[in-house]
């Protein structure tokens, strides 16, 4: 008789491993144990004839909520044991685990919300072992129920039951940990933005009638609230827009189902997959033209951000809607984190909504949902956290010391590492929000101890200007740790090659809005060369005067008037309309470009200005904004014959062709070109430095013109252009980087 004792490393604690290992077990008739380990590793121990087909079985046939990262399967001697048993987690740790994720309710159970009995039908919270959420409400490991939000709701006997008998609990209920039902599970009830609370027979229903007359009412989700409103209608997207002094920036709409996209954006097979995946993130997905949702809800852009219901909650609100969609946005101010808490609700949102759809189930951490778009046909992050966070990112180098990233400043994630793994916070957002910066400070010292780190190093921006820097060095203070500084186009580059598995020197090209560079200036247009910790910047986009800073960056009229005067030697007048200042700021930056202080080669400011001249975009209301609308207007654009060398001659060639050209083509060829200058420069770096590994990162990195034409350019000559899949571009995969620079230091 075999015995084997098997230790599981993966996503395997909170998806229901342990019960499927049981049923497994009795299924093929051995005898043993299962537990947690405290670190999140599981361990099995199994004995009798059937042990080689249990092992055989574990490897192929799983739940696709669980993910082996390692099995490790060591033969030993059996024990005598008589039964196959679920044993209480051990509080120790041998090798660290996966966290699991929060995951979109799934198909059975949104059945029995829909068609079950009397426990379960309508239930807003019904979830089970491959489902429902885990991240958001853990307040330490292991996943058992008592670490988490669900110890305050004791089981009912039917519940009980389900939980500790595989025959009636089934692979789905049995042992699962956020186990409920609507006699023993969290309550729901509407209220008054004042704080009282509405009587009504259904609350989910009330709401979305609120919602259908144009009411805005905030609904408690898995990690946050959100602000739902009525899409189609022009008068309340305006007002919410009014509430929250969120002029422009894209609101993401919640589609019932696939058939309710379908009239709302294009979808394919990729799109649909992605939609009704476990993990649920909005995806940005070109317009339908006769589509039903207001213009207001996405100004100026051709992509509209949908996602799917990934709650029974979510599933019901708009089942009971009108146009079975709507807005449904972060609960925040315009800056600020996403409320988690009713009080934050009432104090925050006051001016903004009118009701609030909340319920007693604590959140734990902020979790806000993931964004993806595609660019070159291939999903690609702008947003990763709910559904993908905090599951570890396995890289090429393993490192000497845990370690932990503090990202950069916009659009931040941080993140902690060990061994080979990477594990980024979900998404934090911008650090000039005190609250954010605080969360930032919270959720890396939760991963610390939950992963029980010690020794570490820290990492961050060479920007000491960077909130994230500062909140660095008080660490280094208050552990005595070591720290690293890492330019910022280097961990970008970085971020590419851990995410690519590159662990060879490579060349990047690194673009975005900006980076504090090692000479002071504003960096975002850089071809580098890569060998792990050190870098050379080989090509960049010629510098071009920054006026006023950091200012043109918020701005862009600035940077089109820096465009003009370096291409064309003349500023036309008609630019004063684009200064929110007029003739008398139009004079300051004229002042200030006979004597520039800070120059910038970002492509990001590069795109600012070519949307100003093109009348494409004249202010920037949100991270992007011009860049963004230019890509839009491109949409059906062909390429322009131009002989441009560097981007401040391809800027003079679009602009003498104002008026004789279409608009999109020139947004088309302008973008176009910018990545064919980069891609031709990358082959030239990489020819001369003997390598053929070249990858793209940063915020304009997601650019489907940009990254197609760079593309193009580098398969021209024989290469292939790495792009991210696993994090984000842009400043959210930072730490990536960061944490890939830490293990490359010899």
């Not at 599951?391 to 902690?416: C, E, H, M, N, S």
Request: include cysteine.
């Amino acid at each position: 008789m075999k015995a084997y004792r098997i230790y599981a490393v993966g996503i395997v604690q909170g998806v229901g491993f342990r019960p499927y290992v049981k049923l497994l077990a009795d299924r093929v008739d051995v005898r043993g144990y299962v537990r947690n380990l405290g670190g999140g590793e599981v361990e099995i121990f199994v004995e009798g004839e059937g042990a080689d087909v249990f092992v055989e079985a574990l490897r192929r046939e799983r739940p696709r909520a669980i993910v082996l990262e390692e099995l490790l399967v060591e033969e030993t001697q059996p024990r005598g044991y008589k039964t196959f048993e679920i044993l209480k987690s051990e509080e120790r740790s041998s090798a660290p685990s996966n966290i699991p994720p929060d995951l979109a309710i799934c198909d059975d159970c949104l059945a029995e919300v829909l068609h079950g009995d009397e426990r379960r039908r309508f239930y807003p919270f019904n979830s089970c072992s491959f489902c429902g959420p885990r991240f958001a409400v853990m307040h330490k490991l292991p996943y058992d129920r008592e670490n988490t939000s669900w110890s305050k709701y004791p089981m009912c006997d039917k519940c009980r039951e389900e939980y500790s008998n595989p025959r009636i609990g089934g692979v789905r209920r049995f042992f699962y940990q956020g186990i409920s039902c609507r006699h023993d599970g969290p309550k729901i009830r509407l209220l008054r933005i004042d704080g009282r609370e509405i009587a009504v027979e259904d609350p989910i229903v009330e709401a979305a009638r609120l919602i259908d007359m144009g009411h805005i009412v905030a609904v408690k989700g898995v990690g946050g609230y959100h602000i739902f409103a009525d899409a189609q209608r022009d008068d309340v997207v305006a007002e919410l827009r009014r509430r929250k002094k969120r002029p422009n920036q894209p609101f993401a709409v919640m589609a019932l189902d696939l058939d309710v996209a379908k009239a709302l954006v294009e979808l394919d097979e990729k799109a649909a997959e992605l939609l009704t995946s476990p993990q649920r993130p909005i995806v940005l997905l070109p317009k339908r033209e006769d589509s039903p949702v207001s213009p207001l809800v996405s100004p100026g852009l051709d992509k509209e951000g949908v996602f799917l219901p990934y709650t029974a909650l979510q599933y019901l609100l708009l089942s009971h809607t009108r146009g079975k969609f709507a807005i449904a946005t972060s609960g925040n101010v315009h800056g600020g984190p996403m409320c988690t808490e009713l009080s934050c609700v009432f104090s925050r949102l006051g001016k903004v909504v009118d009701y609030v759809l909340d319920h007693d189930l604590e959140i734990v951490h902020r979790v806000d949902d993931s964004v993806v778009r595609f660019t070159r046909g291939a999903p690609v992050f702008l947003r990763r956290s709910r559904g993908y966070a905090p599951a570890w990112i396995r890289i090429p180098r393993r490192l000497k010391k845990p370690a932990v990233a503090f990202g950069a400043d916009l659009q931040t994630a941080g993140g902690v590492a060990f061994e080979d793994k990477a594990v980024l916070t979900q998404y934090i957002g911008d650090l000039d929000s005190f609250d954010a910066l605080q969360d930032l400070d919270r959720e890396l010292r939760w991963f610390i101890e939950a992963y029980k780190l010690k020794d570490f190093v820290l990492i961050c921006d060479l920007n000491p200007a960077y909130n994230s820097t500062k909140l660095c060095r008080s660490w280094e203070e208050e552990f005595g740790a070591e720290i690293y500084t890492v330019q910022h186009h280097h961990a970008h580059a970085l971020s590419a090659a851990a995410d690519a598995g590159l662990n060879e020197p490579f060349v990047a090209i690194a673009i975005d809005g900006v980076g504090y560079g090692t000479d002071g200036m504003a960096w975002g247009g850089e071809v580098l060369f890569v060998e792990g910790a050190r870098f050379v910047r080989e090509r960049h986009l010629t510098y071009v005067p920054m006026p006023g800073g950091d200012f043109a960056a918020l701005r862009p009229g600035r940077m089109a008037v820096a465009y003009f005067h370096v291409a064309l030697g003349e500023i036309p007048e008609g630019l004063a309309e684009a200064l929110p200042g007029g003739v008398a700021e139009l004079a300051i930056v004229e002042r200030e470009l006979k004597n520039p202080r800070i120059y910038t080669s970002s492509a990001g400011r590069f795109l600012d200005a070519v949307a100003v001249a093109l009348g494409i975009a004249q202010e920037r209301t949100y991270e992007g904004e011009p860049a963004i609308r230019l890509e839009a207007a491109a949409r059906g654009g062909r390429l322009l014959s131009l002989d441009a060398e560097d981007q401040v001659e391809l800027f003079a060639e679009i602009v003498e062709r104002i008026g004789s050209a279409p608009v999109r083509n020139l947004a088309y060829t302008a973008q176009y070109k910018l990545g064919s200058i980069l891609g031709r420069w990358a082959c030239e770096v990489a020819e001369r430095r003997g390598t053929k590994a070249v990858a793209i990162s940063g915020g304009a990195a997601v650019n489907d013109i940009i990254v197609s034409a760079a593309t193009e350019e580098v398969e021209g000559c024989g290469l292939v252009l790495k792009q991210q899949r696993r994090a984000p571009p842009g400043d959210g995969g930072i730490a990536l980087g960061q944490i890939y620079y830490a293990a490359s230091m010899e």
